[in-house]
């Protein structure tokens, strides 16, 4: 099967390229997902289970991606939940060879089917950003109706998620970015925006929940920002200076099938858009992985043609 593989960890895309690997075979729970499309996170190539499994032993070369929809093309064994030929769509583990490939092998429990009128494109490009947001407002900071919400890189695909979401839930959403995103933020809903390049954070005034995406001096100085018994989420790692009357949570996201459906439902119903970038063909996917581009959006990459695509062929 053709996949997209990283072999050295090096400077832009020179340590990635396109190639054959074996199809993978499901183990135990498991499914083989012939994959459709795949989301793509730019700093995987970063990220350590990148390059070596659960033991500590090398992976390279690696199949990048960890976003997916696609159909069950077989089950493992004792796999039960899903069926040959049902469209699911999730997050694989991230020890294990990943999405940007046309077969991939995922544990069962992390996949939740994808209603037949959202396209796969739209499917992948939710887990990562989708569940990141969801879990970041209501698991770890305890979000409710009435707070206010400082969410950084709101212009992103996963900020964009954050802001929809809190203000779903009733909170006040001040969105930041660069001053080219404000149109962007505030049209995804965000109440205020701020310019992390020419506006002063700190006049902002008390929050109740910061997301931050960034880490470093912007998540020290927000930690100042948070009123009594609010909380700075991160996924990021946290930095030196933490909220002093409040609480501190980094965390890495997890897929949730029963959130993942909660997530889709909102985008079939107009509740939640998307926020998609670029949509390149496998074959073309090594320049539009590069880590040193800034991202509009979520990359997708489209690992079989779509409907339309296919009928215009």
Same mark, same amino acid.
């Given at each position: 099967?053709?996949?997209?593989?990283?072999?050295?960890?090096?400077?832009?895309?020179?340590?990635?390229?396109?190639?054959?690997?074996?199809?993978?075979?499901?183990?135990?729970?498991?499914?083989?997902?012939?994959?459709?499309?795949?989301?793509?996170?730019?700093?995987?190539?970063?990220?350590?289970?990148?390059?070596?499994?659960?033991?500590?032993?090398?992976?390279?070369?690696?199949?990048?991606?960890?976003?997916?929809?696609?159909?069950?093309?077989?089950?493992?064994?004792?796999?039960? $939940?899903?069926?040959?030929?049902?469209?699911?769509?999730?997050?694989?583990?991230?020890?294990?060879?990943?999405?940007?490939?046309?077969?991939?092998?995922?544990?069962?429990?992390?996949?939740?089917?994808?209603?037949?009128?959202?396209?796969?494109?739209?499917?992948?490009?939710?887990?990562?950003?989708?569940?990141?947001?969801?879990?970041?407002?209501?698991?770890?900071?305890?979000?409710?109706?009435?707070?206010?919400?400082?969410?950084?890189?709101?212009?992103?695909?996963? $900020?964009?998620?954050?802001?929809?979401?809190?203000?779903?839930?009733?909170?006040?959403?001040?969105?930041?970015?660069?001053?080219?995103?404000?149109?962007?933020?505030?049209?995804?809903?965000?109440?205020?925006?701020?310019?992390?390049?020419?506006?002063?954070?700190?006049?902002?005034?008390?929050?109740?929940?910061?997301?931050?995406?960034?880490?470093?001096?912007?998540?020290?100085?927000?930690?100042?920002?948070?009123?009594?018994?609010?909380?700075?989420?991160?996924?990021?790692?946290?930095?030196?200076?933490?909220?002093?009357?409040?609480?501190?949570?980094?965390?890495?996201?997890?897929?949730?099938?029963?959130?993942?459906?909660?997530?889709?439902?909102?985008?079939?119903?107009?509740?939640?858009?998307?926020?998609?970038?670029?949509?390149?063909?496998?074959?073309?996917?090594?320049?539009?992985?590069?880590?040193?581009?800034?991202?509009?959006?979520?990359?997708?990459?489209?690992?079989?043609?779509?409907?339309?695509?296919?009928?215009?062929?």
């Amino acid at each position: 099967m053709k996949a997209i593989v990283v072999t050295d960890h090096t400077e832009g895309t020179a340590g990635i390229r396109l190639a054959e690997r074996p199809e993978p075979k499901p183990a135990i729970n498991d499914v083989l997902v012939e994959v459709h499309a795949s989301g793509y996170v730019p700093t995987e190539v970063d990220w350590p289970s990148t390059w070596s499994d659960r033991a500590g032993r090398d992976r390279a070369p690696s199949i990048l991606g960890h976003e997916l929809a696609g159909v069950v093309a077989a089950l493992g064994y004792g796999t039960t $939940g899903l069926t040959v030929g049902q469209r699911v769509f999730g997050i694989s583990d991230w020890h294990r060879d990943g999405t940007l490939a046309e077969y991939v092998a995922v544990e069962s429990r992390n996949l939740a089917p994808l209603p037949g009128d959202v396209d796969f494109t739209v499917g992948a490009s939710l887990p990562i950003s989708g569940l990141t947001a969801w879990q970041g407002l209501f698991d770890h900071g305890r979000l409710t109706s009435g707070q206010t919400v400082l969410a950084h890189g709101a212009a992103g695909a996963v $900020g964009t998620m954050v802001v929809q979401l809190a203000r779903e839930a009733g909170a006040y959403v001040i969105g930041t970015g660069r001053a080219a995103d404000r149109d962007k933020v505030l049209g995804f809903g965000a109440n205020e925006f701020v310019d992390l390049g020419g506006d002063a954070l700190e006049d902002i005034g008390g929050v109740d929940l910061v997301f931050d995406v960034i880490g470093g001096d912007i998540q020290e100085r927000s930690a100042r920002l948070i009123r009594p018994g609010g909380t700075l989420v991160t996924v990021t790692g946290l930095a030196g200076e933490r909220p002093r009357e409040g609480r501190s949570v980094d965390f890495v996201v997890e897929s949730v099938p029963a959130q993942l459906t909660e997530i889709v439902q909102r985008v079939r119903d107009g509740r939640l858009r998307t926020n998609i970038g670029n949509v390149d063909a496998l074959d073309d996917a090594v320049a539009a992985l590069n880590p040193a581009e800034r991202r509009r959006g979520k990359t997708v990459i489209r690992i079989r043609p779509s409907r339309d695509e296919r009928n215009n062929a």
